[in-house]
């Protein structure tokens, strides 16, 4: 492994390796690249996060006081749209994938450094298409476009969002071949499949799902536009199509793009429990194989979403069982992170603080996915709150909270600054709590019946929203705290060194902020283990003392 | 009454005592293993809190016993999850033999209710405690989804094909009903109530209601006024076949294969009569009434067809080849041919 100077700040770092705006917009740098992408989701985020902010104010009230019914239509379908895939999505592959993955795996850059480049592009695109929709007037059909109302009912701009959508999935495409090709061809010498650490385990799995899954939404959105515009009947029975095969098709995507939003968490929270345990990760080839696992198996779980929408009684139980399944793999993750803190030097770093808020909240979130796979309780609370809660436990809760864990994380990596620690842990608590107060009483409200996607409702439920909507306000504050600190430590943070957390990951074995090609030389691993403590233990200065 | 502060719905149908049952069971296996492993994250972030700057962990041994019941006995216990799961669901799904079956049409944004004996509601839905009621559901534009957390059921109506769900009231009272499925503007305006009344009160109410004629009535009405008996006769075979005891056979279909004649396949020999034409008669010569009927004229046709009993004074299925009637069919065990050549959704749910 390589050994930089600590003391000094490196003088060429890929931050000032070239300068200017065309710099940026034409680098093939994945850093850069990183960074370019995590300005665009960063805006997104609050954009998608200011049309939540403007539902949870208009339910404050069981009527309508704020906004029209039609406006709170659009304003879930545009939350929804911006925050699966113009954040979510691209959240941590785009962000943190490609700005880590190549120096984990001791590569100089991606296999196809120029179709990162074009990725971000088509990125753009599709996005510009998308807010375009929206600032012509939205989109009021949900993120999940269904049919025929999609296609024969809504007056609204379907087609401009769908086609954003359309060009935003070739981007995830071309990440997904890239990663892909980056794990097989440009692994550093030594560096065997099972010494990688899961973060890249996790990223290859979810690039399986990137190439395989993607295009099916791309063909199923292409199809809505056609029948939209020319009434080809495909989905809307009056044209003699079925609307019950658009559902097919769209969760077909969209229960595999769960596991997109959420591997990459898992990849992130399993470089983060290791290092700040000082602990190989328990369970590393289980946890490998539970990441294949997850990605094939969330292929067969598609119906679960469609129990009441006119399945047979048999298609819903092997939909039921398969998603029993799947929820094995996520189980065996959840065990192994937790077993790896048993017995370690564990630190309450903020990196460690959002890891363990994950690993809490994933728990509930994959908890209260058993309920739903049993059948019998999901007919009750299908289209109810409770899935609200379910699925932002996994994806804010599970996600959102690993994407900031991840940011703290290799901050120092990325800026070369250290962030505020104390502000920093302050606002993981204020996250921590926020988010639960806005979305435990959601179930609360689906078991007692609540249906989602309403304007107004029964004045029985008020209490409850009321919570909800304080928790969010909450929550915003700490959303909004990093955004600021993080921007200040870049310029007035002090120096971080090349390994702050004295980790074992092959990016740290690198100056930080890195130079313009990762490595001064290529390094060679000469260790025989994933997170190899024990036999690195002179190199980072560590002692055994328990 | 209803507006009152809430964390726990009503409870008044005869599968809902057992959805909360399962419901509390599944809360408290899990927040059990969740305060568990909650636990043991804190006592681990607190026993084993890093002292100095350059401690690191103890090296550990990999278990595989450990790895191997971790991942073992959480599969018991999903599959028994799944098991509870599946059993209640085809509790839920399965009508009894002796429901009244009542029908639903969802349409931007309002519920239109049928009763058997003809009333019509908007919006409300009145049935008897104590007695299982059917309601056959189709949609005239978007999906929407009828559902009633008070009885633990919810169903999607859809466009072009009929669905179907049960329930039985156990509690008089006023209930609410709401759309599930996202239709549209006014989708949170698409609610209603459900009222459920002692025998005696429901009586009086479908006297009051003051029917124009039962549902069945109404569908004998359509069934002269658009010319179907003009071939379709009672007495033998005329151009068309017979309809007198149709409902829930299995027929002949030309071109080989059988299929259940439910609500879907009238429904569809209807608005598209050439899509299965039942086997010995020519195609092409009954109308196609798509456009000409809209859903509750359909509705009230099928009702009167189902209706229409045996022959008088025969008792046997009167042509040849067919299957005798299998009520059992009528939901959830419908044979593989059934569903894959009828397409319908009722049989096959």
Same mark, same amino acid.
């Given at each position: 492994m390589i050994e930089e100077a600590v003391d000094r700040p490196p003088t060429k770092t890929y931050l000032n390796a070239e300068v200017g705006?065309?710099? =940026? $917009?034409?680098?093939?740098?994945?850093?850069?690249?990183?960074?370019?992408?995590?300005?665009? *989701?960063?805006?997104? /985020? !609050? #954009?998608?996060?200011?049309?939540?902010?403007?539902?949870?104010?208009?339910?404050?009230?069981?009527?309508? =006081? $704020?906004?029209?019914?039609?406006?709170?239509?659009?304003?879930?379908?545009?939350?929804?749209? *911006?925050?699966?895939? /113009? !954040? #979510?999505?691209?959240?941590?592959?785009?962000?943190?994938?490609?700005?880590?993955?190549?120096?984990?795996?001791?590569?100089?850059?991606l296999a196809f450094p120029k179709l990162n480049l074009a990725s971000w592009y088509v990125f753009m695109l599709g996005a510009a298409v998308t807010i375009y929709a929206i600032f012509r007037g939205g989109v009021d059909t949900g993120w999940t476009f269904y049919t025929p109302f999609s296609t024969a009912s809504s007056t609204t701009y379907v087609t401009a969002a769908a086609m954003g959508i359309f060009i935003n999935g070739f981007s995830s495409i071309m990440t997904g071949i890239n990663f892909i090709a980056t794990v097989h061809r440009m692994r550093a010498p030594g560096l065997t499949w099972y010494k990688l650490p899961i973060f890249v385990w996790s990223h290859y799995a979810t690039s399986m799902i990137f190439v395989l899954a993607t295009p099916v939404l791309a063909v199923t959105l292409l199809m809505v536009a056609v029948e939209r515009i020319f009434k080809v009947g495909i989905f809307d029975p009056a044209l003699g199509g079925?609307?019950?095969?658009?559902?097919?098709?769209?969760?077909?995507?969209?229960?595999?793009?769960?596991?997109?939003?959420?591997?990459?968490?898992?990849?992130?929270?399993?470089?983060?429990?290791?290092?700040?345990?000082?602990?190989?990760?328990?369970?590393?080839?289980?946890?490998?194989?539970?990441?294949?696992?997850?990605?094939?198996?969330?292929?067969?779980?598609?119906?679960?979403?469609?129990?009441?929408?006119?399945?047979?009684?048999?298609?819903?139980?092997?939909?039921?069982?398969?998603?029993?399944?799947?929820?094995?793999?996520?189980?065996?993750?959840?065990?192994?992170?937790?077993?790896?803190?048993?017995?370690?030097?564990?630190?309450?770093?903020?990196?460690?603080?959002?890891a363990i808020g994950f690993i809490g909240l994933f728990t509930i979130g994959g908890m209260t996915g058993l309920f739903l796979a049993a059948i019998g309780l999901d007919v009750h609370v299908t289209d109810t709150y409770f899935v609200i809660a379910h699925f932002h436990y996994i994806m804010v809760g599970g996600t959102v909270m690993a994407f900031l864990g991840g940011v703290h994380y290799w901050w120092p990596k990325i800026s070369g600054k250290l962030y505020p620690e104390a502000l920093a842990k302050l606002s993981a608590l204020t996250v921590f709590l926020g988010f639960n107060l806005t979305f435990f009483p959601q179930f609360v409200l689906g078991y007692l019946g609540m249906p989602r996607r309403y304007a107004a409702y029964p004045e029985e439920f008020q209490f409850l929203n009321i919570l909800s909507t304080a928790g969010a306000s909450i929550l915003g504050v700490g959303y909004i705290l990093p955004l600021v600190y993080l921007l200040w430590s870049w310029k007035y943070g002090r120096d971080a060194g090349p390994n702050p957390w004295k980790s074992t990951g092959l990016e740290w074995q690198t100056s930080s902020p890195p130079p313009k090609h990762n490595f001064e030389k290529t390094p060679v691993v000469t260790t025989t283990v994933p997170y190899p403590y024990e036999e690195m233990k002179e190199e980072l200065g560590l002692v055994q003392t328990r | 009454m209803m507006t009152r502060l809430r964390f726990w719905p009503d409870s008044a149908s005869s599968v809902s005592g057992e959805v909360n049952f399962f419901f509390i069971f599944m809360v408290v296996l899990c927040t059990s293993v969740a305060i568990?492993?909650?636990?043991?994250?804190?006592?681990?972030?607190?026993?084993?809190?890093?002292?100095?700057?350059?401690?690191?962990?103890?090296?550990?041994?990999?278990?595989?016993?450990?790895?191997?019941?971790?991942?073992?006995?959480?599969?018991?216990?999903?599959?028994?999850?799944?098991?509870?799961?599946?059993?209640?669901?085809?509790?839920?799904?399965?009508?009894?033999?002796?429901?009244?079956?009542?029908?639903?049409?969802?349409?931007?944004?309002?519920?239109?209710?049928?009763?058997?004996?003809?009333?019509?509601?908007?919006?409300?839905?009145?049935?008897?405690?104590?007695?299982?009621?059917?309601l056959v559901m189709i949609s005239q534009d978007v999906i929407h989804s009828f559902y009633v957390p008070a009885f633990r059921t919810k169903q999607d109506a859809l466009p072009?094909?009929?669905?179907?769900?049960?329930?039985?009231?156990t509690t008089p009272g006023k209930y609410h009903l709401f759309c599930a499925e996202y239709c549209g503007a006014k989708h949170s305006g698409m609610i209603g109530w459900i009222y459920a009344m002692t025998p005696g009160d429901y009586q009086t109410w479908l006297t009051e209601g003051a029917p124009e004629g039962s549902l069945a009535s109404q569908g004998e009405k359509y069934f002269h006024q658009f010319g179907c008996a003009n071939c379709h006769h009672f007495e033998g075979q005329g151009r068309a076949p017979n309809l007198r005891d149709l409902y829930g056979r299995r027929i002949e279909v030309a071109g080989g294969g059988n299929v259940l004649?439910?609500?879907?396949?009238?429904?569809?020999?209807?608005?598209?009569?050439?899509?299965?034409?039942?086997?010995?008669?020519?195609?092409?010569?009954?109308?196609?009434?798509?456009?000409?009927?809209?859903?509750q004229q359909v509705l009230a046709l099928v009702s009167y067809i189902k209706a229409l009993g045996p022959q008088p004074g025969t008792q046997e299925p009167s042509s040849p080849g067919t299957a005798p009637k299998e009520y059992g069919q009528e939901k959830g065990i419908a044979g593989p041919g059934a569903s894959s050549i009828s397409g319908s959704h009722v049989g096959a749910r």
């Open positions: 705006i065309w710099s =940026w $917009l034409l680098t093939t740098d994945h850093k850069r690249i990183g960074i370019l992408y995590t300005i665009s *989701i960063t805006f997104f /985020f !609050f #954009l998608g996060g200011f049309f939540a902010l403007l539902m949870r104010l208009e339910l404050v009230q069981p009527r309508n =006081w $704020l906004v029209s019914a039609e406006t709170y239509n659009k304003l879930f379908s545009m939350h929804g749209i *911006i925050m699966v895939w /113009f !954040f #979510l999505i691209p959240s941590i592959p785009n962000t943190l994938g490609n700005f880590v993955l190549p120096m984990a795996v001791g590569a100089k850059d079925d609307p019950v095969l658009f559902q097919h098709l769209f969760w077909f995507y969209s229960h595999p793009a769960v596991y997109i939003m959420v591997l990459p968490a898992m990849a992130v929270v399993s470089e983060i429990v290791p290092t700040f345990s000082r602990k190989p990760l328990f369970g590393y080839k289980a946890v490998c194989w539970a990441s294949i696992g997850l990605a094939t198996l969330g292929f067969l779980v598609w119906g679960h979403h469609m129990f009441v929408a006119g399945m047979s009684v048999y298609s819903a139980m092997t939909f039921s069982l398969f998603s029993y399944f799947v929820a094995i793999p996520s189980a065996i993750k959840v065990f192994n992170w937790t077993a790896t803190m048993h017995r370690g030097a564990v630190s309450w770093d903020t990196p460690m603080l959002y | 568990a492993i909650a636990a043991f994250l804190i006592y681990c972030a607190v026993r084993y809190r890093r002292k100095h700057e350059n401690e690191m962990g103890r090296p550990v041994r990999y278990i595989y016993s450990v790895e191997i019941a971790w991942t073992v006995i959480p599969f018991f216990f999903f599959m028994g999850m799944f098991a509870w799961g599946a059993k209640l669901y085809f509790d839920i799904e399965r009508p009894p033999d002796n429901a009244i079956t009542m029908y639903a049409v969802g349409k931007q944004w309002m519920w239109k209710v049928q009763h058997p004996g003809g009333q019509r509601e908007i919006n409300e839905l009145h049935l008897p405690i104590g007695r299982p009621v059917k072009g094909r009929y669905t179907s769900t049960w329930f039985e009231a004649a439910d609500e879907s396949y009238i429904r569809e020999s209807i608005l598209n009569p050439n899509a299965k034409v039942a086997y010995g008669f020519e195609p092409n010569v009954m109308p196609n009434f798509t456009g000409q009927l809209d859903e």
